[in-house]
């Protein structure tokens, strides 16, 4: 994949190897919700969830990934806010970031076509 990027013009390669970083970003977002698998309390872990989609939601407008940078942000200011006050519910923390893996998932599928 990295040598067929390599031939690409310039935005088409960064919105690949972001392709890329998105399934690595979602691996490590799975990764990190279990806590017996990451080790991490649920505090450390969201806070590491968040940073995620901070990355996320500057780089997908960035490359034309409106919505999918947008859900990232709403999970990433849910989480925020959360962590901030325990507001809002932790259901609804939960259901941003599911939202978010959706949709990328979905645009991983769409950007394979």
Request: contains cysteine; hydrophobic residues 45%; proline residues 4%.
């Amino acid at each position: 994949m990295i040598e067929a990027q390599m031939k690409m013009p310039g935005l088409e390669r960064i919105r690949a190897r972001f392709m890329d970083m998105l399934v690595e970003r979602l691996n490590e977002i799975d990764r990190l919700c279990d806590p017996a698998v990451s080790g991490l309390s649920p505090r450390d872990a969201l806070e590491q969830v968040q940073m995620i989609l901070h990355k996320i939601a500057g780089t997908a407008g960035t490359l034309g990934l409106n919505v999918l940078g947008d859900t990232a942000r709403t999970g990433e200011n849910t989480i925020i806010a959360f962590l901030g006050s325990g507001a809002p519910p932790k259901e609804k923390v939960y259901r941003s970031v599911a939202d978010f893996i959706l949709l990328a998932e979905e645009t991983l599928d769409a950007e394979k076509r």
